[in-house]
């Protein structure tokens, strides 16, 4: 039986991944997950493995530089230019810019575009602000969504936290109606070192991770796989139907 379980409190995206991301106050949900989301990263080039891509977790102060937009590229749903910790503005594809995180990686790296995005699991993530906050009560630091980087932040209908758990395997509907976009929640989302870091300093504060393990197994949010694309909005009523 379908009910309602929450509105949707926030959204976002990440243009680049492991970059600072954006907020949303509505997104074309897609195929392939939020419009502009992780759609580029930086690719290392000395690596022949199954996952190339430079992340913060190689990087820290990669969490540190920001995509934007300039120009005639301003209204575009990819960023032209990215701005570096020390705020300066290099072109998204050019070389200053693969020099900068080069230097500062050690190795080199170039950036890749791909249109269907650049995801570690699935290409919808989703998280309760009341999760988020009993984290930080956990690990002794104040709450900053920004850490979790999921793509919606829900303010659920019941208070507890991690009630987002009890969703995998079934349908989380954004409004109602034969229009209203939906996605498959398909797992919890397994976590990594990126909790930790903090997202205007770059400084690491592992007591985030560990207090996620300890507590929960390590799992901290969901997963979703897209099955209606269609509009999400900040506010949008959030329903949900469990396996048959």
Request: contains cysteine; charged residues 25%.
């Amino acid at each position: 039986m379908t009910r309602k379980v929450g509105e949707v409190e926030a959204l976002f995206h990440y243009l680049v991944k492991s970059m600072g991301g954006e907020t949303l106050e509505e997104a074309e949900l897609g195929w392939h997950g939020l419009e502009g989301d992780r759609r580029l990263a930086f690719r290392r080039l000395d690596d022949r493995g199954g996952f190339p891509w430079l992340t913060a977790s190689k990087l820290p102060e990669l969490i540190l530089f920001a995509p934007v937009r300039r120009g005639a590229d301003a209204a575009e749903s990819l960023p032209s230019h990215v701005r570096t910790p020390e705020e300066n503005e290099l072109a998204l594809f050019g070389q200053d810019l693969a020099a900068e995180v080069s230097g500062r990686h050690g190795s080199p790296v170039e950036m890749t575009h791909l249109n269907r995005g650049i995801f570690d699991e699935a290409s919808v993530s989703a998280i309760t602000s009341a999760t988020v906050s009993e984290i930080a009560l956990l690990a002794g630091h104040g709450p900053d969504v920004r850490r979790f980087r999921p793509n919606i932040l829900i303010s659920s209908e019941q208070s507890d936290p991690f009630v987002e758990d009890a969703w995998v395997g079934g349908v989380l509907w954004f409004g109602e109606g034969d229009t209203a976009a939906a996605i498959a929640v398909t797992n919890w989302d397994q976590r990594c070192s990126m909790v930790n870091y903090d997202p205007d300093s770059g400084l690491t504060t592992p007591e985030v991770l560990k207090a996620v393990v300890r507590e929960r197994e390590n799992k901290a949010g969901i997963y979703g796989t897209v099955i209606r694309c269609g509009r999400l909005a900040v506010g949008q009523s959030l329903y949900f139907t469990p396996t048959a």
